[in-house]
């Protein structure tokens, strides 16, 4: 078992290494799911009997359908230069949770079945067998990896821990060991259509809550279209967005933006979620389905261009993989990138000069701004290699007249995860969440000692949601979390708007930086 | 006989090792890579790609970012190990290329910066918990075999010299499949059956992080996955 110690890390900046704690998170699981959950995903519900063939079948068939999978266990020459990039093993000092400790934890089996130094000289190579503890093992480690990448960006063949962390989901799922927090979310998608399973009736109130509430703020009646059908957006977006705190403040902003630019936009209720877990689990069927719901809303609905929401994985999925699952979009409007970003959209926006900004609506805040791990390391925004770390900072100094950034080895490529992503966002996993949370939150701290940074930025809905829960352990107010369009909503005037002081900041708030 | 010995060990190891990483690269080459996953920020374009590679094989750009002790000993060992083997291509050619000639002066010293590489990342897997953590028997020994390769080979020039002139002719002579006779002193056995040993060995190791770095899609591939549709052929039958 988990050794038990529940204490929040703290550290210094530059971040130090922990003590080793070997066996510190051993035994850690997050609940399995139930026969009923796996099954809908077109998983064994329960362990099969034929587990031990069934897996390592299994393994040597994703080295013959995936290049990454085989050649990352074949060459990683245990250089030990990952060992400390793992926010994982900072936080929890766990050996197994460095990178290259945790590849192992499949390369050893995988080594025992399919390379001839592991069939003939196991201990030479330390190769083991495929045992019900290994399995175990897998489960328990697989599920301390959030997928974000760092460990590749460091590595000197770019060996990603990620497809490792999801082959070995992937392998677990098919001898039947589901997570029940993956599981039971894609079933809901498969079904409803996006993660929370909330119905189209109660997204169509919820939106029209908010054109209620945004009209209260602003006396101007801006539109959260669902449905309709000829408009030329289709905006898609993450399910947190239509509830959770601070995300739905950044849908309001998309709003807001959609408004004053006069686009002609909706959202979908059969594609009413951005996020698409089956890139956690590994399931490359999974995640197609789940794609190709966006592409018959989009069909259905006649629209132009798709345009994505905050959301960190779902970002990678539309950016890389969208064009590969669910296309090609030869029905869309080809002069805009297919998909976009919202702050690409935004950002164009500001560069035109369609929107106006009071900035000193924000200077309440001061605020840094957290690059998320799938945004920084598999993606891209603009047509210039980093632009997904510019185009948000920019849109943020556009809006907010105090923005620090963290220290350099913490954010862009080398940015580090919030704790919670690929698929650890749940409850069962808070201590992991917690001490995952530790260096950024270092880095953060840094900051707030440096320049009195009080708020942070993200674009995330998983970091939004993890970093509300986990940033008040670290002394902060939970929601010192911001959205960046809050930040846009904050400062944006819309056109016939009601404002206290109308003119006097008016012709300062218009400068861009 | 002895002469018979080791010829009959070159050709065997050079047969695995030539079979063995043809074997291995094809598989590399023949493996779909489903997904676009460029570790980001990526080339936009071809060029950019091998640039990216480049910067990686010659330079270990990303080793740089990522601790400069590895480095330091890990580009030391490897640049050294390339001038040294470029000085060994002199005992395979009658007439020597002029860039051999160049490399000779340097070469001869690269020997003691490669043994000083290996030591220092041999010293690592012991000192460092992190690393001595992920080494396997199997890493501390490729460390002892490249080792001692360059402890006899320094020793042949610095130490006691073997009859060199002798081995030449024995290697040419091996390339015409023309088996001579070797010298018969200590050295020169342990350091060529010790090579021929890496040889048998490197398409079965983590030494196929040769090739493999060629083929890693989070570094050679495109970032141009909304201009251009990838598709792997297993994944164009779910389509139909």
Redesign the interface.
């Known amino acids: 078992m988990a050794d038990g110690d529940k204490a929040v890390p703290e550290r210094e900046f530059p971040l130090e290494?922990p003590e080793?704690k070997c066996g510190a998170m051993e035994g850690l699981e997050p609940f399995r799911a139930a026969p009923e959950h796996n099954e809908a995903l077109g998983f064994p519900g329960e362990l099969v009997p034929d587990w031990k063939e069934k897996a390592i079948a299994y393994m040597g068939e994703l080295?013959?359908?995936?290049?990454?999978f085989?050649?990352?266990l074949?060459?990683?020459?245990?250089?030990?230069?990952?060992?400390?990039?793992c926010h994982y093993y900072l936080g929890t000092g766990d050996?197994n949770n460095?990178p290259?400790?945790r590849q192992?934890l499949l390369r050893s089996v995988y080594r025992r079945y399919y390379?001839?130094?592991g069939k003939y000289f196991p201990?030479?190579?330390?190769a083991r067998d495929l045992t019900e503890d290994v399995l175990k093992e897998w489960y328990s480690y697989y599920h301390q990896c959030s997928e974000c990448?760092r460990c590749?960006?460091?590595?000197?063949?770019?060996?990603?821990t990620a497809?490792i962390t999801m082959a070995a989901r992937d392998i677990l799922d098919h001898v039947g060991i589901g997570m029940k927090y993956s599981n039971e979310i894609i079933g809901k998608v498969h079904k409803v259509g996006n993660n929370l399973g909330l119905p189209g009736k109660a997204l169509k109130a919820t939106l029209e809550d908010l054109e209620e509430d945004i009209e209260d703020d602003t006396g101007v009646s801006v539109r959260l279209p669902l449905d309709e059908k000829g408009a030329d957006i289709l905006l898609v977006t993450p399910s947190a967005d239509f509830f959770a705190e601070p995300h739905i403040d950044g849908l309001i902003g998309y709003a807001k933006v959609f408004h004053e630019t006069g686009a002609s936009w909706t959202l979908s209720s059969y594609a009413s979620e951005a996020a698409n877990f089956g890139l956690f689990i590994g399931s490359?069927?999974n995640m197609?389905e789940v794609a190709l719901r966006i592409r018959k809303a989009a069909e259905d609905l006649g629209v132009k261009r798709i345009i994505f929401g905050e959301c960190g994985h779902a970002w990678r999925v539309a950016?890389?993989?969208l064009?590969?699952l669910a296309?090609?979009f030869d029905f869309l409007d080809q002069n805009y990138?297919?998909?976009q970003h919202i702050l690409e959209y935004t950002w164009d926006a500001i560069q035109k000069g369609e929107l106006k900004f009071d900035k000193s609506k924000n200077d309440h805040y001061r605020l840094t701004y957290h690059d998320s791990c799938n945004v920084?390391?598999?993606?891209?925004m603009g047509?210039?290699?980093?632009g997904?770390?510019e185009i948000p900072r920019n849109v943020i100094k556009a809006v907010c007249n105090h923005f620090y950034d963290m220290p350099e080895e913490t954010i862009r490529?080398?940015t580090l995860c919030c704790g919670g992503g690929g698929g650890l966002l749940t409850d069962d996993l808070m201590d992991l969440r917690i001490k995952g949370a530790s260096p950024r939150m270092t880095a953060l701290q840094q900051v707030t000692e440096d320049h009195g940074v009080t708020h942070m930025a993200a674009i995330c809905a998983i970091c939004k949601t993890q970093f509300s829960k986990v940033m008040p352990k670290y002394g902060y107010e939970m929601d010192s979390i911001v959205s960046v369009h809050q930040l846009v909503s904050n400062a944006i005037i819309l056109t016939g708007q009601e404002t206290e002081e109308d003119d006097a900041d008016g012709a300062k708030a218009e400068e861009q930086p | 006989m002895l002469g018979t010995i080791y010829a009959l060990l070159f050709y065997v190891a050079t047969l695995l090792l030539v079979a063995g990483l043809v074997r291995?690269i094809w598989?590399?080459a023949r493996?779909?890579?489903?997904?676009?996953?460029p570790?980001?920020?990526?080339?936009?374009t071809l060029g950019g790609v091998v640039l990216r590679i480049f910067m990686?094989v010659v330079f270990?750009q990303?080793?740089f970012?990522?601790?400069k002790w590895?480095w330091a000993l890990?580009w030391m060992f490897h640049m050294s190990m390339w001038l040294v083997l470029l000085r060994h291509v002199r005992y395979f050619q009658e007439s020597i290329w002029w860039i051999v000639e160049l490399a000779q002066p340097f070469g001869t010293y690269a020997g003691f910066t490669m043994l000083i590489g290996l030591a220092g990342l041999l010293a690592?897997r012991f000192l460092?918990?992190?690393?001595r953590?992920?080494?396997?028997?199997?890493?501390y020994?490729m460390l002892v075999l490249l080792l001692l390769i360059v402890i006899t080979g320094l020793s042949m020039r610095w130490v006691a010299h073997t009859d060199i002139v002798m081995v030449k002719s024995y290697m040419t002579g091996l390339l015409r499949f023309r088996i001579g006779e070797l010298p018969g002193d200590f050295n020169l056995l342990a350091h060529l059956a010790l090579v021929a040993v890496l040889m048998i060995?490197f398409p079965?190791?983590?030494l196929?992080?040769v090739p493999?770095?060629f083929?890693?899609?989070?570094?050679n591939q495109v970032?141009n996955?909304?201009e251009?549709?990838?598709?792997?052929p297993?994944?164009a039958e779910?389509e139909k």
């Open positions: 290494l080793f080295a013959r359908k995936n290049r990454a085989q050649v990352y074949d060459m990683c020459v245990k250089c030990g230069a990952c060992t400390d990039k050996p460095m290259v400790a192992d390379t001839f130094a201990w030479l190579v330390g990448r590749s960006v460091f590595c000197p063949y770019g060996i990603d497809e490359y069927e197609r950016y890389s993989f064009n590969t296309g090609p990138p297919i998909p920084a390391r598999a993606s891209r047509d210039e290699p980093g997904q770390f490529e080398a | 291995k598989i590399y493996t779909p890579a489903p997904l676009k996953i570790t980001t920020p990526a080339p936009t990686e270990f990303s080793l970012k990522s601790n590895i890990g690592r460092v918990n992190r690393v953590y992920i080494s396997a028997p199997s890493d020994l060995v079965i190791s983590k196929l992080h493999g770095v083929f890693s899609p989070s570094r970032d996955a909304r251009k549709r990838h598709l792997a297993w994944a779910l």
